[in-house]
């Protein structure tokens, strides 16, 4: 188990050490979502419903989700609110470690010797 902290100033000596830290760090991170819960308001499928009638809707969370620079939504039923938020947490944590990694990797590949030597 990781606690998600992770020494950002770490001694790599190569971009393998990397790929075997990020690839040890995010291999327990699960489940993972991005994007944000909200409520949103609606009105539901029945006939004659009292609360639709009145105007008041019902309010239900929903994942708010981007990609490709489209924006959809998928409901999410008021019980799995606390795992979902959980995947939120997850994601931004990935993000995390995907920001450190690629700093990590190009410094490592920085202090590898060159594959084809330059003159
Ligand atoms: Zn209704």
Not at 54 to 82: N, Q
Not at 84 to 103: C, M
Request: glycine letters at 8%; aromatic letters at 8%.
């Amino acid at each position: 188990m990781h606690d998600g902290t992770y020494t950002s100033m770490a001694d790599d000596k190569s971009s393998s050490d990397v790929q075997h830290w990020f690839t040890k760090a995010v291999g327990g991170i699960w489940p993972v979502a991005t994007g944000s819960l909200s409520l949103r308001k609606g009105p539901c499928i029945r006939k004659n419903c009292p609360s639709c009638a009145a105007g008041k809707g019902h309010s239900s969370y929903a994942l708010y989700v981007r990609r490709e620079s489209r924006r959809f939504s998928i409901y999410v039923p008021e019980r799995l609110v606390p795992e979902v938020r959980k995947a939120i947490e997850n994601g931004r944590l990935l993000q995390e470690l995907i920001n450190e990694a690629g700093v990590r990797y190009v410094s490592a590949l920085k202090n590898e010797e060159p594959s084809t030597s330059r003159k």
